[in-house]
Structure formats: structure tokens, C-alpha cells
T-cell receptor
Framework: DGGITQSPKYLFRKEGQNVTLSCEQN?????MYWYRQDPGQGLRLIYY???????QKGDIAEGYSVSREKKESFPLTVTSAQKNPTAFYLC????????????FGPGTRLLVL | AQTVTQSQPEMSVQEAETVTLSCTYD???????LFWYKQPPSRQMILVIR????KQQNATENRFSVNFQKAAKSFSLKISDSQLGDAAMYFC???????????WGAGTKLIIKP
């Protein structure tokens, strides 16, 4: 089946710890995105990547980092610099950074212990 | 700045009835896309329908249709013959063709009464 997978479904972070959220797609899409969703709000863009080894900051990139070493994979690291990481994180992809629609994975819920 | 506003935090409708969700947006661009996404309790974001601004004809997808009023910058979603499975958060989103970024509204929670 073609689609976007995210893991884990739930993730717990301790104070001062870095954690990494996985996003994989087998749709052969060039562009991938990370969004953060807080209660009662729409999605906010953290990072996006148009091609392998290239990525750009979104509106709320501080405290986050990404890599894009493979077309299929776009992991997001939530660093200790992110002081309020509790949120729902959604990964998306699109054919290119053009007119195409973005399709979403099932999301990861990050909680702070 | 481009913004998307959904003025209805919550809507309810009787099963099998029709409901309309409102969305307005602000932009100075002339070429853009508008989207409605559905987020059920599973929280996965699912595309419902999309509209290209250059097309005058309103988009339809089975029981879902839009009323796109470009001059008024309005993009409402009509759900006909509402079903229990339609219960979800509905988000309106905008993207200019000159930009990769989706701008999101805050969402409308749709409740279906059996």
C-alpha cells in the first residue's frame, strides 16, 4: 500500500532530552513537511524539504531539527531547546513543491514527563 | 499577510440533513488553491476537496461540495445527507501558487446527531 507512516504513535520526552519522530513515505513524493498542531489551532509549519539534502525552516523551527538523507524519509528531532514540545505532530508529503496537494501521515503525539 | 478564518468553532446537524461550514480568507494573490481537510478522532488529516482559484466552477466530491466566491473571498463546504462518519474537525486551508506553505484556519468541530 502506498502512503505515509509515522512512528511512534505516542512519544514521551524527559526534561533535557532530544527525541526523534519518524516519517516515511513510499509515494515517490519529492516534497515533505512537518507540522505542529496544538488544541484549538490550525497546523503550523515547522520545516519542509523539497529534495534530498535540502530543507527550509517554517514558521516555528526554533527548537527543532530535521534531515533529508533519503527521498523516502524526513525525521524530525525535538531538541531540549524546545521548551513547550507537548503537541500533535503531523508529517505530510506532496509530489513536488508546486501545485500539488499535501497528503498526511497518522501523526505522533508527544508528551513531556 | 494571508489569513484563513473559520468563524464556527462547532456545528451540529441531524443525520441525513445538510450542513454548511464557513471559511473566509484574506489574500492579495490572484492564483491560489483552497482546501477542506477532515480530521476524525483518529487525528489523521484527510483531504476532502480542493478548489483552484482560476476555476469558476465549484468543486464537488460525492456528498461534498463547495461554494467558492472569489470576490468575497469565501469558501464554504456543504455536506449533503450527513452521516455519522462525517463527525470530525474540518479545517479550511489556503495556498498561493507562488508559495509552498499551507495557511490553516482554526477548524470547525462537526457533530452529527443520530
Amino acid at each position: 500500500d502506498g502512503g505515509i507512516t509515522q512512528s511512534p504513535k505516542y512519544l514521551f520526552r524527559k526534561e533535557g532530552q532530544n527525541v526523534t519522530l519518524s516519517c516515511e513515505q513510499n509515494l515517490n513524493h519529492d516534497a515533505m513537511y512537518w507540522y505542529r498542531q496544538d488544541p484549538g489551532q490550525g497546523l503550523r509549519l515547522i520545516y519542509y524539504s523539497q529534495i534530498v539534502n535540502d530543507f527550509q525552516k517554517g514558521d516555528i523551527a526554533e527548537g527543532y531539527s530535521v534531515s533529508r538523507e533519503k527521498k523516502e524519509s524526513f525525521p524530525l528531532t525535538v531538541t531540549s531547546a524546545q521548551k513547550n514540545p507537548t503537541a500533535f505532530y503531523l508529517c505530510a508529503s506532496s509530489i513536488s513543491r508546486g501545485r500539488e496537494t499535501q497528503y498526511f501521515g497518522p501523526g505522533t503525539r508527544l508528551l513531556v514527563l | 499577510a494571508q489569513t484563513v478564518t473559520q468563524s464556527q468553532p462547532e456545528m451540529s446537524v441531524q443525520e441525513a440533513e445538510t450542513v454548511t461550514l464557513s471559511c473566509t480568507y484574506d489574500t492579495s494573490e490572484s492564483d491560489y488553491y483552497l482546501f477542506w481537510y477532515k480530521q476524525p478522532p483518529s487525528r489523521q488529516m484527510i483531504l476532502v476537496i480542493r478548489q483552484e482559484a482560476y476555476k469558476q466552477q465549484n468543486a464537488t466530491e460525492n456528498r461534498f461540495s463547495v461554494n467558492f466566491q472569489k470576490a468575497a473571498k469565501s469558501f464554504s463546504l456543504k455536506i449533503s445527507d450527513s452521516q455519522l462518519g462525517d463527525a470530525a474537525m474540518y479545517f479550511c486551508a489556503y495556498r498561493a501558487n507562488s508559495n509552498y506553505q499551507l495557511i490553516w484556519g482554526a477548524g470547525t468541530k462537526l457533530i452529527i446527531k443520530p
